[in-house]
């Protein structure tokens, strides 16, 4: 059974500071990973999918990268802003018709 | 183009009672899957419906249950409600559900049991 796994739970940081959030999964035979924010009371908003055949992708301040080998995925944020407190939250689908499973998340608060 | 509409946005029932929720997808596509939100347990899938069959099921009691219309628009019910079903209920849709394509979220329904 798939199980992920986010660390640090909490993260507070400065505004401008890079941080990196940590996602491990202990079945590596993934199809796909995603990474999604979350705001308090909100749904899931999609940053960032990486397929099972990618290293990394990227989008603006963002860059998610996969070892599928060591069972990891590292969410990179570039100069962070108040605006990116949020919860980000790891999802790993194991096959095509799987669903996802999703880590518990990494709630970040970036002060000004 | 809309996203993801999940109606109500909050409920509050009591014990024993049942409860219907609704979700309709972005345009297009045709994967309806629901999960539930708790502190605890954080998100966990409950079923996922394409073409109006259920093709997954997770490991929640026949007291959930949901379906699929032709339209792609999907109702979820939860019967003989208990106070451990207080959560916040997503709906997440895709094309197929089966592609590299990103699943996406609507805003939820929060339901409360007292």
């Known amino acids: 059974k798939q199980e992920v796994t986010q660390i640090p739970a909490a993260l507070s940081v400065p505004e401008g500071e890079n941080l990196v959030l940590n996602c491990s999964f202990t079945?590596?035979?993934?199809?796909?990973l995603q990474w999604f924010r979350q705001d308090p009371g909100k749904g899931l908003t999609s940053l960032l999918l990486?397929?099972?055949?990618?290293r990394e992708q990227t989008s603006g301040r963002l860059n998610a990268s996969l070892d599928k080998s060591s069972g990891r995925s590292t969410l990179y944020i570039a100069a962070s802003q108040p605006g990116d407190s949020a919860t980000y939250l790891c999802?790993?689908?194991?096959?095509?018709?799987?669903?996802?499973?999703f880590g518990k998340g990494t709630m970040l608060l970036v002060s000004p | 183009k809309a996203g993801v509409t999940q109606t109500p946005r909050y409920l509050i029932k009591t014990r024993g009672q049942q409860v219907t929720l609704s979700c309709s997808p972005i345009?297009?596509?045709?994967?309806v899957s629901w999960y539930q939100q708790t502190p605890g347990q954080g998100l966990q899938f409950l079923f996922e419906?394409?073409?109006?069959?259920?093709?997954n099921k997770g490991n929640f009691p026949g007291r959930f249950s949901g379906r699929q219309f032709s339209n792609s628009r999907s109702e979820m019910n939860v019967s003989t409600l208990e106070l451990g079903d207080s959560a916040l209920y997503l709906c997440?849709?895709?094309?197929?559900?089966?592609?590299?394509?990103?699943?996406?979220f609507g805003d939820g329904t929060r339901l409360s049991i007292l």
């Open positions: 997440a849709s895709s094309l197929d559900g089966i592609s590299n394509q990103p699943q996406h």
């Open positions: 079945d590596s035979a993934i199809y796909n």
């Open positions: 999802a790993v689908k194991n096959s095509g018709y799987s669903t996802l499973t």
């Open positions: 990486i397929q099972s055949s990618q």
């Open positions: 345009s297009g596509h045709r994967s």
């Open positions: 419906y394409f073409s109006e069959t259920q093709r």
